[in-house]
């Protein structure tokens, strides 16, 4: 596998990482003894970038890593997530307040059973306590040795650099695919500028780029992708038919649509690490061949015509959880 940096501090990870909100029940049912393996197999492979939240479960999936890692902490590189509260009762909420960085970063070394997170991210940020705060808070943390580099998620070419002058940002993580493309406009040349690396999450489109849904109603009732509009009526049959024209050339190729779209995000440049989140070892070993897949630049930019940017249909997120989502 090959290997990639992360920000302008050099943080070595593999080129592609390993997604694990899955894991933890957001597209169905999980088995947790299956997703000890995949992780274990992520780490057989070659893949070290090792991905979780506090919120999933929540807990969940940071438990399933602390397991999967036993005995073999030095090969991953563990990202984890903070800021999404979701209390016993009362809608879930965003808090990125200092005292709750310092609490959850406690809270998730505990339960992994770690000395050290590798890259802490915030998940989103909180419009009642500016950037700023957050990040020193972080930065503390840092120079206590909990947590080695700093990222963000789905913040603003603005936010980042106000984020970025308080506190290197090793890596923003945000929604980039075939199907998503909003970052090429102002993101990813932010990030570039500052030096900071990208991580995709999504890189399969929610699983609509591997072509495994040909109606809303393959989806477990359970799943809550049957929440999301690009998942649902016509927004569907619209995006499914993009789909079809990208399978075309995945024939032409000889490789599969999930092994297509991931090569394009790996293509964009050599800063960028998608994610692909999966339970399943069948799933990771597909993934994890799509590093081997080289596109040339008449393929990649046949790609990007076939699936333009602003070609989906559909918000990518239910509208109220878009309001999480800083554009500012």
């Not at 998730?108 to 802490?120: A, E, K, P, T, W």
């Not at 993009?242 to 490789?255: M, Y």
Request: charged share 25%; with cysteine.
């Amino acid at each position: 596998m090959e290997n990639r940096k992360l920000g302008a501090a050099g943080l070595g990870v593999s080129a592609l990482g390993l997604g694990c909100m899955g894991m933890a029940g957001a597209y169905g049912t999980a088995d947790t003894d299956e997703a000890v393996a995949t992780v274990r197999r992520a780490l057989d492979l070659g893949v070290t970038l090792i991905d979780t939240a506090d919120f999933y479960g929540p807990g969940t999936a940071e438990k399933i890593v602390a397991t999967a890692l036993e005995g073999r902490r030095d090969e991953a590189v563990v990202a984890t997530k903070f800021g999404m509260r979701r209390p016993a009762a009362g809608p879930p909420y965003v808090d990125g307040s200092p005292a709750y960085v310092r609490e959850a970063c406690e809270a998730s070394l505990q339960r992994m059973g770690l000395d050290h997170i590798d890259l802490y991210y915030l998940a989103r940020l909180d419009p009642k306590v500016d950037v700023e705060e957050t990040v020193g808070a972080l930065g503390e943390l840092v120079a206590e040795g909990k947590v080695r580099h700093i990222g963000l998620c789905e913040v603003s070419a603005r936010t980042l650099r106000r984020a970025n002058a308080v506190h290197p940002i090793a890596a923003l993580q945000t929604e980039y695919s075939l199907w998503e493309r909003h970052v090429e406009a102002e993101i990813l040349p932010t990030c570039r500028e500052l030096g900071t690396g990208f991580v995709a999450y999504s890189p399969l489109g929610r699983g609509f780029l591997t072509g495994a849904f040909d109606s809303a109603e393959d989806l477990a009732e359970d799943d809550q992708r049957r929440n999301h509009p690009r998942f649902q009526s016509e927004n569907f049959d619209h995006n499914r038919n993009l789909v079809r024209t990208v399978e075309e050339l995945a024939k032409e190729k000889g490789v599969s649509l999930t092994q297509l779209a991931l090569a394009w995000v790996l293509a964009q440049g050599g800063d960028i690490v998608p994610i692909p989140g999966t339970r399943r070892v069948s799933h990771l070993e597909q993934n994890v061949s799509a590093a081997d897949v080289r596109l040339t630049e008449e393929e990649v930019a046949r790609l990007s015509g076939l699936f333009p940017a602003g070609a989906t249909a559909g918000l990518r997120y239910p509208a109220h959880f878009m309001r999480t989502i800083d554009q500012s």
